[in-house]
């Protein structure tokens, strides 16, 4: 991976911690969605979830310095912040699914003009599992996507109807990626914000699914 995909990776991370407000419970996917833990305003108090029992994951530590028995959903070695707590899993996931979280953060595949969320396995490919993808994308009050807007054969990854098979449907509420950011409303696509240096319509070009443009179009900070 060049640095440019890196700080790709952290501008989108930056934005979509925009999202996030003070006092929010988050979850944080694998890959791009825990980068935006390092943008969270330092005055918040944002208590970060994790589905394998945590309340409360906080920076990652210091080389030398890993507990082995602290990590997050996706082995990685985290801190816990003053106050955080741990639970079984099966306690976590019963606050994702009694609809506690104010959002989640997650990596995608596809999503669809719909709002549709495929995020969890291309057929023939090894996966280790869903995870808690599904029920994170059917409870959270909010679901930010975040993701490049093209893949590796600069095909679209926002699809007039998902090709892959569907984490969950009509559950998005903003796309974020490196190219803009998209509000899904109504199951109508919404360009609200580009990322420099494109303009609207070179996002519309490389879009598969039908954007309507905002009057108010803005550019990324």
Request: contains cysteine; glycine residues 10%; hydrophobic residues 45%.
């Amino acid at each position: 991976m060049g640095m440019g995909d890196i700080d790709l990776r952290h501008r989108i991370a930056k934005r979509a911690a925009q999202e996030i407000e003070d006092g929010m419970i988050v979850n944080l996917g694998i890959g791009i969605p825990t980068l935006a833990a390092e943008y969270i305003p330092p005055h918040y108090e944002v208590w970060l979830h994790a589905e394998n029992g945590i309340m409360g994951a906080g920076a990652s530590p210091a080389r030398g310095e890993e507990d082995p028995n602290l990590c997050n959903a996706g082995g990685f070695p985290i801190t816990l912040t003053k106050g955080g707590s741990y639970m079984d899993s099966t306690t976590a996931f019963g606050i994702i699914r009694k609809g506690m979280l104010d959002m989640t953060i997650l990596g995608a595949l596809e999503v669809s003009s719909q709002g549709d969320l495929a995020n969890w396995i291309v057929p023939g490919k090894r996966v280790p599992g869903m995870g808690g993808a599904i029920e994170l994308a059917q409870k959270a009050k909010k679901v930010v996507v975040v993701m490049s807007h093209l893949d590796k054969h600069g095909q679209s990854k926002i699809k007039a109807a998902c090709t892959l098979p569907l984490t969950a449907k009509s559950c998005v509420d903003l796309i974020i990626t490196d190219m803009a950011v998209i509000e899904v409303k109504s199951q109508l696509l919404i360009l609200r914000e580009v990322m420099p240096p494109f303009q609207p319509e070179d996002v519309m070009r490389a879009t598969e699914a039908p954007l309507i443009l905002a009057p108010d179009v803005k550019s990324v900070v």
